[in-house]
Structure formats: C-alpha cells, structure tokens
C-alpha cells in the first residue's frame, strides 16, 4: 500500500479508481504535488475541492475506456439472457445439466438505456444489431443524437413499463442515486432485467435482492457497487443470488482501455507542461481554477 507521507515527494500522480486521493493525502502532498491525473473517467476517488484548495491540477481521460466498458456491458447483457456463468460453472463442477439452464434470446426485447452518454449510446449501437429495440433516457442528450445510435428518446415514466432490460449509464449524483428503486421496479414488466456497469448506489441494491425474491425482478449484473470491495451485508446476499452475475469492477480492465487512458493521460501531462506544440488541449482538467494558478 502506498504511504500518505510519499507524497510529500511527488510532482504528479496517477491514479485508477482504487487509489483514494483524500483531503489527507492531498495535504500531505501540498507544497510538491501538482497535478493528479485519472487514467479513467470518474474522480469519485480525488477529493476535486481539497485538490483546487492546495493548486493540485486534477484531470481525467473521459473517452478511453469507453468501447471497453460498454463491451462489458454487453456481455453482461448477454449473460442475463443465456445463463453461460452458472452453467459453465456447473460443467466445472462435473454436471451435466442441459434442463436446468434454457435462457431467453434477445431479438425482439426492448432495451432501457439510462444515460445517453459515449458508453450509453455506443451500447445501444450495438445491442440494436442484435434485434432490440433501444429506448433511453437522458436529460442532455437530444431527442436528434439519441436517434442517431438507433435511441428512442423518452421519458422515465415512459420507459420502466416498456424494458425488458435496464442499463445504467450516468454518473453517480444525487439525481441518480437509487434512481432504480422499489418503486420503479414496481412500473417495470415482471421479469425485468437490470444491469450496472456504471457506479454503484444507482441501482439499489436491497430493492432488487427484494424484486428477484418476488420475481419482479428476473436476472441483475453488477459490476460496481456502492463500497468497493464489498462489506455490507446487502451487496454481499446480492453477489451470491443465483441470479446475479457479478464482476469486480472491471469495465476498464482491457489492455486496450488501459493503454489508451496511460496515453491519454501521459499526452494531457505534456500539454498542461506546454513542452510539445503537439499536444495543446487539456480538455480532461477537472478544476480549471488549479490551472489558473500555474497560468
Ligand atoms: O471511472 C472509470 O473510468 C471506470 O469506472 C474505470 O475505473 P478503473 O480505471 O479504476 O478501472
């Protein structure tokens, strides 16, 4: 585990979703640390206002692990519809079990996609290809944009009684969090399916435990969850239900993804150090009012 007071001797650092860069950390590292750059999209991990408060520059590589993140999403998919991990499973196990694991296809099932951002929308690109229908949900994207990946732009309300399956594809904020509840699973068809490769607390997770006891709920995928790795009791009865597939946060975890984000982030460090004409653009800093002080 990397020590707080190491930081004293840093100039940068950078940091996948694991790395917590505290208020502590950050104040250990005042008077060196100078930028922190997320190889990754979210920076729920870097204390943004403690970094801003001591001129720390923090900045995120947006687009790098999308492709890889939305594939994962629709495997996850996948595996919801034909129940490949249990039965892969059982075969390791010496079974041959053909009855137990028949699935269902995914031709003709309507797809929710909440959030129509880069991994939303290239996620509704390709799960069309297979014969879905895509409606999503988006408070910025236009109704034009979504139609362009192939999207039905609607409303929520419009959305829970019409999806077979649900993807969640924002940010954790206030507005999304527990955005799938006990009452929106109650406006869902019986047998909904809901997936979550996004952050954890969007989905919650006790009201879905709760709709797969009922059969509200027919399969769930996690690859996020509210406290990474899992403690509480709820996320630990949800990873070991039968119907849930659960990965370990692993949207990014592709050689490609993490090539593309180290690059990303290495070319962002060269821009904000102004040492090549090549690379102007620090389009992923997250604090502007850090980079003013260096200006
Ligand atoms: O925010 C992200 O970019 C993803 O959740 C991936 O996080 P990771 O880089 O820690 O895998």
């Given at each position: 585990?990397?020590?707080?007071?190491?930081?004293?001797?840093?100039?940068?650092?950078?940091?996948?979703?694991?790395?917590k860069?505290?208020?502590?950390?950050?104040?250990?590292?005042?008077?060196?640390?100078?930028?922190?750059?997320?190889?990754?999209?979210?920076?729920?991990?870097?204390?943004?206002?403690?970094?801003?408060?001591?001129?720390?520059?923090?900045?995120?590589?947006?687009?790098?692990?999308?492709?890889?993140?939305?594939?994962?999403?629709?495997?996850?998919?996948?595996?919801?519809?034909?129940?490949?991990v249990?039965?892969?499973?059982?075969?390791?196990?010496?079974?041959?079990?053909?009855?137990?694991?028949?699935?269902?296809?995914?031709?003709?099932?309507?797809?929710?996609?909440?959030?129509?951002?880069?991994?939303g929308?290239?996620?509704?690109?390709?799960?069309?290809?297979?014969?879905?229908?895509?409606?999503?949900?988006?408070?910025?994207?236009?109704?034009?944009?979504?139609?362009a990946?192939?999207?039905?732009?609607?409303?929520?309300?419009?959305?829970?009684?019409?999806?077979?399956?649900?993807?969640?594809?924002?940010p954790?904020i206030?507005?999304?969090?527990?955005?799938?509840?006990?009452?929106?699973l109650?406006?869902?068809?019986?047998?909904?399916?809901?997936?979550?490769?996004a952050?954890?607390?969007?989905?919650?997770?006790?009201?879905?435990?709760?709709?797969?006891?009922?059969?509200q709920?027919?399969?769930?995928?996690?690859?996020v969850?509210?406290?990474?790795?899992?403690?509480?009791?709820?996320?630990k009865?949800?990873?070991?239900?039968?119907?849930?597939?659960?990965?370990?946060?692993?949207?990014?975890?592709?050689?490609?993804?993490?090539?593309?984000?180290?690059?990303?982030?290495?070319?962002?460090?060269?821009?904000?150090?102004?040492s090549?004409?090549?690379?102007?653009?620090?389009?992923?800093?997250?604090?502007k009012?850090?980079?003013?002080?260096?200006?």
């Open positions: 585990m990397l020590h707080i007071n190491l930081f004293r001797n840093f100039d940068a650092a950078i940091v996948r979703s694991d790395t860069i505290t208020a502590e950390v950050l104040a250990a590292g005042a008077g060196s640390l100078k930028v922190v750059g997320r190889a990754g999209a979210g920076v729920d991990n870097i204390d943004v206002a403690a970094a801003t408060k001591h001129n720390v520059v923090v900045l995120n590589t947006p687009g790098g692990n999308s492709i890889s993140a939305c594939e994962l999403t629709c495997i996850l998919i996948g595996a919801l519809a034909r129940p490949v249990p039965a892969g499973q059982s075969m390791k196990e010496g079974r041959w079990d053909r009855k137990l694991y028949s699935g269902s296809e995914l031709y003709g099932k309507t797809l929710a996609v909440l959030g129509l951002g880069r991994i929308r290239e996620v509704g690109i390709r799960m069309k290809t297979w014969g879905m229908r895509i409606i999503g949900y988006d408070p910025i994207t236009t109704e034009a944009e979504a139609k990946a192939g999207i039905e732009k609607m409303t929520l309300e419009q959305i829970w009684p019409l999806a077979d399956y649900i993807t969640v594809h924002t954790l206030p507005a999304t969090k527990n955005l799938i509840n006990a009452s929106t109650a406006k869902c068809r019986k047998g909904v399916k809901v997936i979550n490769v952050r954890g607390g969007i989905i919650d997770e006790q009201a879905v435990l709760d709709a797969l006891e009922s059969g709920c027919a399969g769930a995928a996690f690859d969850f509210p406290e990474e790795p899992p403690k509480s009791a709820v996320t009865a949800l990873v070991a239900h039968p119907k849930v597939v659960a990965t370990p946060h692993l949207g990014a975890s592709t050689g490609e993804a993490q090539v593309r984000v180290a690059v990303e982030v290495a070319e962002q460090f060269i821009a904000l150090n102004g090549s004409p090549k690379y102007t653009s620090t389009a992923g800093v997250i604090n009012e850090a980079l003013a002080h260096y200006q």
